[in-house]
């Protein structure tokens, strides 16, 4: 049956996320908390804050609470500082990341050194990352992309063998594992993003450093309040990262919500799958073996990367909005320019970005909604 042009504009929109639902679903305590914040006054840190750090931490097995910060990106940059990376250092990266990963290197006065990644899952290669060390490398940070987690453990080792920090990123892979490590627990220090559109997001930003070493943890928590461990004592240069307490209030509420989302999401993912199979057009990521993927984004191939731009048009058509993360590497930024890369230097990064679709995956689709996002998918990459 084709879909008129009428029809079309009658059907429900679909999108990467629906923080409407997500707030009904969470229900009227998320109101109250936010209220109780307001009425308190605990507006910067605070109990909220305090209490979500440790259950954070607890979700992830990590033994320490956390450090939470303001955003993200400040998590990156706070959790190099506090796995003493120092400017001019080297630390090995990932170009097929949002720019923050990278970026965030840079901001704090070290160099990304660049490597490319797998072509199946888009995460960083572990032999590329160990052959671009050098000696002045003195940590690794990997990106969990999309909700997979890298080889973990191999990275450990390469990290333990060189005797240089792993700084996880874990800004997409909020409740993922591998070969049973959770993200966060085997790195020196990882850094999560609370972006509202994430696995667990606030109602704003908000960004969290978690580590197993209580040293680290420490020095976090001084970095994000201008290097103080006491009022107007200031041991080490730092900034102003703190998470309100809005944020810390909001975040309670989601967390016990966070692995039934992340299941659904998983459910929704395997539904793609199957609908997927045997099509030679479009061909999602890999899931590797021992991997638990919180499907932060589902992500296929269009391998005829010409028409990935006319498939993402035709999906718009029919109200499908999927999305590309990301169209364009780190290393072919103007603003890695200073990294000394040229085009052509990570063939695979440059592939996917010429190739990758982000399909709706959010806990809130109905099985409908997936089937409705597979087909009209499969219809366009396969239109003459
Ligand atoms: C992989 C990755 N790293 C870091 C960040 C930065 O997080 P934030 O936006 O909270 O600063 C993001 C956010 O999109 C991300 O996806």
């Not at 479009?282 to 073996?289: F, G, H, K, S, Y």
Request: aromatic fraction near 6%; charged fraction near 20%; hydrophobic fraction near 45%.
């Amino acid at each position: 049956m084709t879909i008129t042009a009428t029809a079309a504009n009658q059907l429900r929109p679909i999108g990467p996320v629906d923080l409407a639902a997500e707030r009904a679903a969470v229900g009227p305590v998320l109101e109250e908390a936010l209220l109780r914040v307001l009425r308190s006054g605990q507006y910067i840190l605070g109990p909220e804050v305090e209490a979500f750090e440790k259950a954070f931490a607890a979700h992830c097995g990590v033994p320490n609470p956390g450090v939470a910060v303001a955003n993200g990106t400040d998590a990156l940059v706070v959790a190099l500082r506090a796995a003493c990376v120092a400017p001019g250092d080297h630390v090995v990266t990932t170009p097929f990341t949002f720019f923050a990963s990278a970026g965030a290197i840079a901001w704090m006065g070290a160099t990304p050194r660049l490597a490319d990644v797998e072509l199946d899952t888009g995460l960083l290669d572990l032999e590329k990352a160990e052959a671009a060390c050098d000696s002045k490398t003195t940590a690794i940070l990997p990106v969990h992309l999309y909700g997979q987690m890298v080889d973990i453990k191999g990275f450990r080792a390469l990290c333990d063998k060189r005797g240089i920090s792993l700084v996880e990123d874990c800004a997409q892979s909020h409740g993922a594992s591998r070969d049973g490590v959770n993200c966060g627990q085997l790195g020196d220090a990882a850094a999560f993003s609370f972006y509202p559109t994430k696995n667990l997001g606030a109602c704003g930003e908000g960004g969290m450093v978690l580590s197993r070493h209580e040293k680290v943890v420490q020095k976090a928590r001084r970095v994000r309040e201008h290097g103080s461990p006491v009022r107007y004592t200031h041991a080490e240069l730092g900034t102003n990262s703190r998470m309100q307490g809005l944020q810390g209030a909001a975040l309670n509420c989601k967390l016990p919500h966070l692995p039934g989302w992340n299941a659904r999401r998983a459910a929704i993912a395997a539904r793609y799958d199957a609908a997927l199979k045997g099509s030679s057009a479009v061909v999602p990521l890999v899931r590797r073996a021992n991997s638990v993927h919180v499907y932060h984004q589902y992500t296929v191939r269009i391998v005829d990367a010409a028409s990935r731009e006319a498939v993402l048009e035709r999906m718009r058509a029919k109200q499908v909005n999927a999305q590309v993360h990301y169209p364009s590497p780190v290393h072919m930024q103007e603003a890695a320019k200073p990294w000394g890369y040229r085009p052509g230097d990570f063939p695979n990064a440059e592939r996917l970005a010429r190739e990758v679709v982000c399909l709706p995956v959010h806990p809130f689709l109905s099985d409908a909604d997936v089937d409705r996002v597979a087909e009209t998918l499969l219809a366009a990459a396969s239109a003459p």
